[in-house]
């Protein structure tokens, strides 16, 4: 059997901090608390926050990557204006930008922000033909 992907784990400094951030973006982790939460962000696929503690209780060496982004993400809306109102939500609760909105080259309305832990964030959605 081929082995199918159904979870993303990122290990966080915050999980309230990303919680809030990914909530922003209508991600839904319920009841979120605890060193471990996560969401269904398609049927099978789920992306899953973990904290440094449940980090080491799996893997006892591990420490915190250092240097820049380390992670990407990419979320698909249905229309350039959702983009624009994606992005002024996370960059007007002091989420930073890692890059502006822009309508680019290859055909969607796009922007990067960056999570609590600075991982980037696109955001992108199909620009109308025309």
């Not at 922003?24 to 962000?41: K, N, P, S, W, Y």
Request: with cysteine; aromatic share 12%; charged share 25%.
């Amino acid at each position: 059997m081929k082995p199918q992907a159904n979870a993303l784990a990122l290990i966080v400094s915050d999980i309230a901090a990303s919680v809030d951030f990914y909530r922003r973006l209508g991600l839904d982790f319920g009841d979120a608390t605890g060193d471990h939460v996560e969401c269904e962000l398609m049927p099978g696929f789920r992306l899953m926050l973990d904290d440094a503690t449940m980090a080491k209780s799996f893997y006892p060496d591990w420490t915190k990557p250092s240097g820049g982004a380390h992670t990407a993400l990419a979320f698909e809306f249905g229309t350039p204006s959702d983009v624009d109102a994606a992005y002024r939500e996370l960059t007007d609760a002091g989420f930073r930008s890692a890059h502006d909105l822009f309508d680019a080259p290859w055909g969607h309305r796009f922007a990067t922000v960056r999570d609590p832990d600075g991982n980037n964030v696109d955001l992108y959605a199909l620009l109308p033909r025309g």
